[in-house]
């Protein structure tokens, strides 16, 4: 089984709506993220979270908002979709104690907004 | 203003040519990360370069870190269409003293196709 799974892997929305992207890990990591990712622009970073209490903002993060469920379970929602939000997106966790930071992704959710 | 800059963008290729990606930028970084992402997947590390000057090889992948550490290379021998994906450079946030973020910035990605 994968270590980080999101759900939905894929998702066709209408502007306006309120959705939900959701990720687990069994990793047993603290440290949770969530990218985006747009074709050459890499990925850049919306929210992230360092343990359940902890929740911080990334650098594009307006429009977003996250919720820690548990140290398993970090979801990602878009209060009222918009077109441009159109995108590819992944949550990542990586260990406290890797000063590198290596990241390990799910496999993504590609989201569509009409 | 990305604090990692990739080149190139985009590379097509023959099966069996060689290649290089470029990973730069105008700040230190303690290390840099190297991810391969194929298509329907999430990034992927490949390696991690810490020592200014090290040069790293996993099977025809070298990597290497520039003396100053601020930037890094990949460079594929005789690249075959498995190698086909995206591949990122990444490097951890941090401040003046070091105190890492906790955080990783990605370069922007080059799309290698090798075609048989």
């Known amino acids: 089984d994968a270590d980080v799974t999101q759900t939905p892997r894929n998702r066709i929305t209408k502007t306006g709506k309120r959705i939900m992207l959701e990720c687990s890990q069994t990793?047993?990591?603290?440290?949770m993220y969530w990218y985006r990712q747009d074709p050459g622009l890499g990925l850049r970073l919306i929210y992230y979270s360092f343990d359940v209490k902890d929740i911080n903002k990334g650098e594009i993060s307006d429009g977003y908002s996250v919720s820690r469920q548990a140290q398993a379970k970090f979801s990602l929602s878009l209060e009222s979709a918009i077109p441009n939000q159109t995108a590819l997106y992944f949550c990542?966790?990586?260990?406290?104690?890797?000063?590198?930071?290596?990241?390990?992704f799910g496999p993504g959710t590609r989201l569509t907004v009409l | 203003t990305q604090l990692l800059e990739q080149s190139p963008q985009f590379l097509s290729i023959q099966e069996g040519e060689n290649l290089t990606v470029y990973c730069n930028s105008s700040s230190v970084f303690s290390s840099l990360q190297w991810y391969r992402q194929e298509p329907g997947e999430g990034p992927v590390l490949l390696v991690t370069v810490v020592t200014g000057g090290e040069v790293k090889k996993l099977k025809r992948l070298t990597f290497q870190f520039g003396d100053a550490r601020k930037d890094s290379s990949l460079h594929i021998t005789a690249a075959q269409t498995g190698d086909t994906g995206l591949y990122l450079c990444a490097g951890p946030l941090a401040n003046a003293g070091g105190t890492s973020y906790g955080k990783l910035t990605f370069g922007q990605g080059t799309i290698l196709t090798v075609h048989p």
């Open positions: 990542a966790t990586s260990d406290f104690r890797d000063s590198r930071n290596t990241q390990y």
């Open positions: 990793k047993g990591h603290d440290r």
